[in-house]
């Protein structure tokens, strides 16, 4: 197998940029980027398949509470039975309501929330990790932050580089880029990641021939 080297995580970026890999995608790659729906899936994805988040979103949309103020107030049995297709579904519908009446509490709206919100507000609400506060505040608040998954460190690992921890994975997909639209580059960065681990991942083996 060829040995690929990367730098910098905005080698990776060019790298994959020439494959492609997003021509299917919505522009932001994440569906409906930049509105609520985004912290709800956020949520909904964790230890699951995006297929399965759909279905949750579906019921969510057809029973009128896909929003902050619905999501604040519906009840309990109805929002699990909404979040059933996503797995884990009564925490998931703990913690997607709790967070939707603590944004209420602290930024009144959602669009306070995109302006005024931080990753330290999000990472000390329930069941929100890195990955998940990232995932919100780059496609869910334009933000400048990579978004590290498995797949980001799977296929890191395959490339041959080894890190300590998610900060310092973080740190080194973030270097490298000086784009005016930084934001709109990372999401397609880890967009990028994503759908090439889902094309050259069979197993446990990536194929890094296509990077080189």
């Known amino acids: 197998m060829a040995r690929v080297i990367m730098d910098t995580g905005h080698d990776l970026y060019l790298a994959l940029q020439k494959l492609d890999l997003l021509e299917n995608s919505p522009e932001h790659w994440w569906p409906n980027a930049y509105t609520f729906e985004v912290l709800v899936g956020a949520i909904l994805t964790q230890n699951t398949q995006w297929t399965r988040v759909e279905l949750s979103l579906d019921n969510l949309r057809n029973n009128n509470i896909l929003s902050l103020e619905q999501l604040a107030n519906t009840e309990m049995e ?12 009564k925490a998931k519908s703990k913690n ?3 967070l939707c009446q603590n944004i209420i509490r602290d930024f009144g709206d959602f669009s306070n929330f995109q302006y005024e919100v931080s990753r330290e507000w999000l990472l000390a609400q329930r069941g929100i990790g890195p990955e998940s506060a990232d995932a ?4 869910g608040c ?3 932050v990579m978004v590290v998954d498995k797949y980001t ?9 080894e890190f300590d921890d998610y900060e310092e994975i973080q740190l080194w997909c973030e270097d490298g880029f000086k784009s005016d639209d930084l934001h709109h580059d990372l999401a397609l960065f880890h967009g990028m990641i994503v759908e090439y681990m889902k094309r050259y991942k069979k ?9 080189s």
């Open 78 to 89: 109805l929002l699990i039975e909404c979040i059933r297709p996503s797995g884990f579904h």
């Open 96 to 98: 997607i309501q709790t």
């Open 153 to 161: 460190q799977q296929l890191l690992q395959a490339l041959g580089r």
């Open 203 to 211: 197993g446990k083996i990536i194929d890094i021939t296509p990077l």
């Open 136 to 139: 919100i505040l780059c496609y």
């Open 142 to 144: 334009r933000q400048e």
